[in-house]
């Protein structure tokens, strides 16, 4: 199984900032990376996938990168709507996620 | 447009079953498969399995494997899941996710999920 890991777990944020997280993968998944954001209460939302292809109607302030083992999600400008829990989800095999990074308001 | 949409909260005992069903609408359900992906209360998200809408191929995750069936009824365009046995550590929200791709497999990313069904597993 492929183990992924995020950090940080925790990221306090103002709005405008520029913000990144960083996701691992246990071995190469090469591109097979999507990224969603989770509101509470609400289902995962589709942001990046394959590592840095956006999503149609997702702001283009979000932005992916990487392959191999390891890869970033950036927030060029976070605003307020932004505030939200983020998981990495590799599909170079059976899927499997990440354990999350929470961004709140610092 | 395209959603799936959730049968409702279920409370049951350990050692009982549970069936969610996840009605899909706007688009062609027999071109995509259906993953099950769960989340126990403030934690991360666990995929559970992935049937196919076309043929009715499965994969299960391996820790769920005899405890869990995935099915389908294409004349209503709903997929099914059903988790016996259960346990307290089996309370979370359980979700059916349509894959990116269709005519896929298991291994993918998703781009349109249920609104979460949450099952409370409690004596």
């Known amino acids: 199984d492929i183990q992924m890991t995020q950090s940080p777990s925790t990221l306090s944020a103002s709005v405008g900032d520029r913000v990144t997280i960083t996701c691992r993968a246990s071995?190469?998944?090469?591109?097979?990376l999507a990224w969603y954001q989770q509101k509470p209460g609400k289902a995962p939302k589709l942001l990046i996938y394959?590592?840095?292809s956006l999503e149609s109607g997702v702001p283009s302030r979000f932005s992916g990168s990487g392959s191999g083992t390891e890869f970033t999600l950036t927030i060029s400008s976070l605003q307020p709507d932004d505030f939200a829990t983020y998981y990495c989800q590799q599909y170079n095999s059976y899927p499997s996620f990440g354990p999350g990074t929470k961004v709140d308001i610092k | 447009q395209v959603q799936l949409v959730q049968s409702g909260a279920e409370v049951k005992k350990p050692g009982a079953s549970v069936k969610v069903s996840c009605k899909a609408s706007g688009y062609t359900f027999t071109s995509y498969g259906i993953s099950w992906v769960r989340q126990a209360p403030g934690q991360g998200l666990e995929w559970m399995g992935w049937?196919?809408?076309?043929?009715?191929?499965?994969n299960y995750a391996q820790k769920l494997q005899g405890r869990v069936t995935m099915t389908t009824d294409t004349s209503t365009s709903t997929a099914y899941m059903e988790l016996r046995s259960l346990r307290s550590d089996d309370t979370a929200v359980y979700y059916c996710?349509?894959?990116?791709?269709?005519?896929?497999?298991?291994?993918?990313?998703?781009?349109?999920w249920g609104q979460g069904t949450m099952v409370t597993v409690s004596s």
């Open positions: 071995q190469s998944i090469s591109s097979w």
């Open positions: 049937i196919s809408a076309y043929n009715g191929n499965t």
């Open positions: 996710a349509r894959p990116l791709s269709d005519y896929g497999d298991p291994i993918d990313a998703f781009d349109i």
């Open positions: 394959k590592a840095s």
